[in-house]
């Protein structure tokens, strides 16, 4: 199956559709996407260029069975086509992330935290780790959030406690 995403205003995906691979053969009997797209413009009324290919396999410029990569992402309703990057978008998760386009992924300002259970054998208490982007914009030192989780279910001694990511260690907010 081959899947396309329905272009709206603004490049927004409005809906993805599967495609039999049969309706994409050309006079050779290769697959062609634009042969799709005129499938598509044909039984549905939406106009071939705004019928975009995308793969079910790919996420952050990967594929997920060593094939090729596929514009990136795969398109979901409310992604963004970027024509110029060849790259489908999910919405910006915060406003001080950028586009990184070789991993087609939002990048925080702050490199996600290297530490992130006690260290010990086994692991008895991990990080729950989330980003702020209220305290990013008031110190972009900061913007990793963590508290502690058991693994055992039971609340952790410091449950209430909030820690913020310095680059290198958690320190009590």
């Known amino acids: 199956m081959a899947h396309f995403a329905k272009l709206g205003s603004n490049s927004k995906v409005i809906q993805v559709l599967t495609l039999n691979n049969s309706d994409m053969h050309n006079a050779d009997g290769v697959?062609?996407?634009?042969?799709?797209?005129?499938y598509l413009e044909t039984h549905n009324n939406w106009p071939a260029q705004m019928w975009?290919?995308?793969?079910?396999?790919?996420?952050?410029?990967?594929h997920k069975d060593g094939g090729?990569?596929?514009?990136?992402?795969?398109?979901?309703?409310?992604?963004?086509?970027?024509?110029?990057?060849n790259i489908f978008w999910?919405?910006?998760?915060?406003?001080?992330w950028t586009k990184n386009t070789s991993t087609a992924s939002w990048d925080s300002p702050i490199t996600f935290p290297s530490v992130s259970d006690d260290g010990a054998d086994p692991v008895v208490w991990d990080w729950t780790i989330s980003w702020?982007?209220?305290?990013?914009?008031?110190?972009?030192?900061?913007g990793w959030k963590g508290?502690?989780?058991?693994?055992d279910g039971t609340d952790h001694a410091d449950a209430a406690k909030?820690?913020?990511?310095n680059?290198?260690?958690w320190v009590e907010a």
């Open 31 to 38: 697959e062609d996407e634009t042969v799709g797209q005129q």
């Open 52 to 62: 975009i290919q995308t793969s079910y396999n790919t996420s952050q410029n990967t």
């Open 68 to 85: 090729t990569a596929l514009r990136g992402n795969y398109a979901g309703i409310g992604y963004t086509f970027d024509e110029d990057n």
């Open 90 to 96: 999910a919405k910006q998760p915060h406003a001080s």
């Open 132 to 142: 702020n982007e209220t305290a990013y914009q008031a110190d972009n030192s900061k």
């Open 147 to 151: 508290t502690k989780h058991n693994l």
């Open 162 to 165: 909030t820690y913020d990511w």
């Open 167 to 169: 680059g290198s260690a």
